[in-house]
T-cell receptor
Framework: DGGITQSPKYLFRKEGQNVTLSCEQN?????MYWYRQDPGQGLRLIYY???????QKGDIAEGYSVSREKKESFPLTVTSAQKNPTAFYLC?????????????????FGQGTRLTVV | QKEVEQNSGPLSVPEGAIASLNCTYS??????FFWYRQYSGKSPELIMF????GDKEDGRFTAQLNKASQYVSLLIRDSQPSDSATYLC???????????FGTGTKLQVIP
């Protein structure tokens, strides 16, 4: 079955430690995204990638890093520079298309990783 | 000004009533609009998408888009307790892949 897989589901991090969240998709989508969601809040964009070996900062990129070495994979590293990393992290992907073509492309989401700093 | 704005709610409606959820956006270049439903602790799932002015109906759901006024709405007819969730509005500017979400509106359907 096609879909997006995030792992782990729950992650605990010690202060000052870097952690990497995994996101893999087999939908053959070009575009991938990382969002952060805090309790009672909407989704805030951390990073997104439109194509392999390219990615762009979103609205809250500080303290995070990503890589896109393969089309299927878009891991997110939460570094020690991120001062308040406890949140629900969501990875998504969508078809990447040229301007004006098939604008109704939805983003498919993984099941999320809940990160807690202990 | 936020790019995508929604009233956080909660919006409470009795079972069987029509729930009306609203969303405004700031970028006039926005071309694709999505409504996602998110249950507590779960990831969002797509309910509707719309990209032309007017109404689009799918079962109990109707999305309405008015580009001149820069708002998009979601109507849920015959609301059920299972519709109780947070509804997220998302906007994509044509030609770009950045999808921006609103903060969501929490809907409570009272039995």
């Amino acid at each position: 079955d096609g879909g997006i897989t995030q792992s782990p589901k729950y992650l605990f991090r010690k202060e000052g430690q870097n952690v990497t969240l995994s996101c893999e998709q087999n939908l053959n989508h070009d575009a991938m995204y990382w969002y952060r969601q805090d309790p009672g809040q909407g989704l805030r964009l951390i990073y997104y990638s439109q194509i392999v070996n390219d990615f762009q900062k979103g609205d809250i990129a500080e303290g995070y890093s990503v890589s896109r070495e393969k089309k299927e994979s878009f891991p997110l590293t939460v570094t020690s520079a991120q001062k308040n990393p406890t949140a629900f992290y969501l990875c998504a992907s969508s078809i990447s298309l040229g301007a004006g073509i098939l604008l109704n492309t939805e983003a498919f989401f993984g099941q999320g990783t809940r990160l807690t700093v202990v | 000004q936020k790019e995508v704005e929604q009233n956080s709610g909660p919006l409470s409606v009795p079972e069987g009533a029509i729930a009306s959820l609203n969303c405004t956006y700031s970028d006039r270049g926005s071309q694709s609009f999505f409504w996602y439903r998110q249950y507590s602790g779960k990831s969002p799932e797509l309910i509707m998408f719309i990209y032309s002015n007017g109404d689009k109906e799918d079962g109990r759901f109707t999305a309405q888009l008015n580009k001149a006024s820069q708002y998009v709405s979601l109507l849920i007819r015959d609301s059920q307790p299972s519709d109780s969730a947070t509804y997220l509005c998302a906007v994509k500017v044509g030609g770009y892949q950045k999808v921006t979400f609103g903060t969501g509106t929490k809907l409570q359907v009272i039995p």
